[in-house]
């Protein structure tokens, strides 16, 4: 399976991808990957790893959706059959989300329908919650909401900062993400109903899969 990346920034769990997919037997590779920012240290991430990169600059652009339309040629031109946001800190047009309609993942940094949105850490600490963790999901026109893939719990810790529960959650971020998109490109995980059913060696099993933190 050609999967596109969109990234935004440093690229860390776009470097989780690259590696997942050059693991002997993974049945994907990255095809392209899209900044939509011309300075993006993600870039040079995947320059390195020899994948393909494109950068299409929202600020050339004064409409949210002919930036998606030229997004959504570059990725078709590259024959992407699967999307996964990596930090790509834009909110798509419910048009080119309807077009990559369970063909577009992402992650999110809390255990979704929590926190859903920015300064997800500081939230969770101030609401006090002993669990947060991350979301791999299906993306859907309405911000963080789609069918879960896959999840993993974190454990706040007695003096966490924010900076501090975000690094253990991106810890856990570049483990969950690779191990969701084995799911979808192995077609292990597929959407019925607006839930992800996933096969577990033969057994299909209603709801996510969840994984606790080590």
């Avoid at 995947?46 to 409409?63: L, N, R, Y």
């Avoid at 896959?150 to 900076?163: H, I, M």
């Amino acid at each position: 399976m050609r999967i596109g990346v969109l990234i935004s920034g440093r690229g860390s769990n776009l470097k989780a991808l690259i590696e997942a997919c050059e693991e002997p037997g993974f049945r994907g590779r990255i095809a392209l990957v899209v900044s939509n920012r011309p300075g993006a240290a993600g870039l040079a991430v995947a320059e390195a790893a020899g994948v393909p990169t494109a950068v299409i600059d929202h600020k050339e652009f004064s409409m949210r959706e002919t930036f998606d339309a030229e997004l959504h040629r570059a990725l078709t031109k590259a024959g992407v059959e699967l999307v996964c946001n990596a930090g790509f800190m834009r909110i798509l047009s419910d048009g080119f989300v309807e077009k990559w309609r369970d063909r577009q993942l992402n992650i999110h940094p809390s255990l979704l329908p929590a926190f859903k949105g920015l300064h997800v850490h500081q939230r969770a600490l101030d609401a006090g919650v002993k669990i947060t963790g991350c979301t791999v999901h299906f993306v859907r026109p309405e911000m963080d909401e789609g069918p879960i893939v896959a999840q993993a719990a974190v454990p706040v810790l007695p003096g966490d900062t924010a900076e501090t529960l975000s690094q253990r959650v991106l810890d856990a971020e570049h483990k969950l993400y690779p191990l969701a998109l084995k799911l979808v490109v192995e077609e292990r995980a597929r959407v019925v109903d607006e839930h992800v059913r996933i096969d577990y060696d033969g057994a299909t099993v209603g709801g996510p899969l969840f994984v606790p933190s080590s």
